[in-house]
């Protein structure tokens, strides 16, 4: 866990913070916003997988990138 912290929710809280400071997303916590955002991308893409269908699609990616940057982005 120490592994995935460091690699992926860290940075990505980072993110959220500086986003959250600079009025562009909306959260009250970026751990739980990480946590949150990574569970979405991971069932998503094991979903994706489990039907055959390709993970590294650049229309899937984008696609998720999308909605999950609508999920946390002030509107």
Do not use: Y
Request: aromatic fraction near 4%; glycine fraction near 6%; hydrophobic fraction near 45%.
């Amino acid at each position: 866990m120490t592994v995935k912290d460091a690699t992926l929710a860290a940075p990505l809280r980072k993110l959220l913070d500086e986003g959250s400071a600079a009025g562009q997303f909306t959260i009250s916590d970026s751990r739980d916003a990480a946590n949150a955002i990574l569970g979405a991308a991971l069932i998503a893409t094991l979903t994706r997988w489990e039907d055959g269908r390709d993970t590294q699609d650049p229309e899937f990616q984008q696609a998720m990138t999308d909605q999950l940057v609508r999920s946390v982005a002030r509107a």
